[in-house]
């Protein structure tokens, strides 16, 4: 049975830290991404890491404050999230696409349920 976990949200104040993380089982050599969904606003991409080599994607909005990685061994994927804003607030969810292709827009065949996090101001 594939299944995506997500953890580690939770509230905390602006300029504060979070790690995510999302347990993959069910399937393996998989490429992973995180998106998140604000309160009224359309989901959007977040950032995504590669099985193979571990080439990175991240939206603009996030580059230098979050950090995706990944540990093959435990099939789980992690998102490092520092100096949290208040607009980071939103539901975060993990993504994993089988196969080779990757890229920023590839599309994901497995969605977990999400995790929120809110940042106070």
């Known amino acids: 049975q594939v299944q995506l976990v997500e953890s580690g949200g939770g509230l905390v104040q602006t300029g504060g830290s979070l790690r995510l993380s999302c347990a993959a089982s069910?399937?393996?050599?998989?490429?992973m991404g995180w998106f998140r969904r604000a309160p009224g606003k359309e989901r959007e991409f977040v950032a995504a890491i590669s099985w193979t080599d571990g080439t990175t994607f991240y939206a603009d909005s996030v580059k230098g404050r979050f950090t995706i990685s990944r540990d093959n061994a435990r099939n789980t994927v992690y998102l490092q999230i520092n100096s949290l804003k208040p607009e980071d607030t939103a539901v975060y969810y993990c993504?994993?696409?089988?196969?080779?292709?990757?890229?920023?827009?590839?599309?994901?065949?497995?969605w977990g349920q999400g995790t929120q996090v809110t940042v106070s101001s």
């Open positions: 069910g399937f393996s050599n998989y490429h």
């Open positions: 993504a994993a696409r089988t196969g080779l292709y990757f890229s920023r827009t590839m599309s994901y065949d497995y």
